[in-house]
């Protein structure tokens, strides 16, 4: 029919009218562009390197608290820190993820599960940019741009630090999400056989 509505996009498209945290998604991926933007047009129009410098690493910086902080805990549910063991001195990495059980059971528990269109923009956001930064430092080489590869590298070490420790805590949540149905089916496994063995129980006594 001529009024009939459009269908809207299947979950988990690259629509921006399905994100869950559309607010929290800008700003994700504003940052994650504007860095790689303000580099590319001092890199371009500018010799100014002092200025680019400082921007890029004030956006780039903003970018890795926001993605560690904000960005991974609302869209994808996942979040990680550093922590240091006062006694021996030792640092370790702490993953935290949104509990899978309490996801499933519903609002009740005040926990949702992570959307799939929030899901494919983070993860797509998260490895898309390491890979441009790559591709910008083989041009600075290839243009014997050694000043500028030096920004590239600090750029590299922060969101290469961020994409390993969320691709860390994604397999640690994966694992714990395997971990969670076991249990659950091994419970429900028990309670199965021994309303079983009690019927069985219960019939042989009459």
């Not at 994100?19 to 998604?25: A, N, R």
């Not at 930064?133 to 590869?149: E, K, Y």
């Not at 429900?188 to 009690?198: I, P």
Request: charged share 10%.
């Amino acid at each position: 029919m001529d009024g009939a509505a459009a269908a809207p996009p299947p979950s988990g498209s690259l629509s921006w009218r399905l994100s869950s945290h559309p607010l929290t998604l800008l700003f994700f991926l504003g940052f994650r562009i504007s860095s790689l933007l303000i580099y590319i047009f001092g890199l371009l129009f500018t010799s100014n390197f002092v200025l680019i410098f400082i921007l890029t690493i004030l956006l780039l910086a903003a970018d890795f608290y926001y993605l560690k902080n904000i960005a991974g805990r609302r869209l994808v549910g996942l979040r990680w820190w550093n922590e240091v063991d006062a006694s021996t001195g030792n640092s370790h990495w702490v993953f935290e993820s949104g509990d899978p059980a309490a996801s499933s059971v519903g609002q009740a528990a005040g926990v949702r599960a992570p959307n799939a269109t929030d899901k494919r923009f983070f993860w797509m956001g998260l490895y898309v940019q390491p890979v441009l930064w790559v591709a910008l430092a083989v041009l600075a080489v290839v243009r014997l741009q050694f000043i500028w590869l030096t920004l590239v590298a600090i750029a590299l070490v922060l969101t290469i630090t961020n994409t390993l420790a969320f691709s860390r805590c994604d397999k640690f949540s994966q694992a714990t999400d395997l971990a969670s149905s076991a249990l659950y089916s091994g419970g429900l496994a028990r309670t199965v056989a021994g309303g079983l063995f009690s019927r069985v129980l219960g019939g042989g006594g009459r």
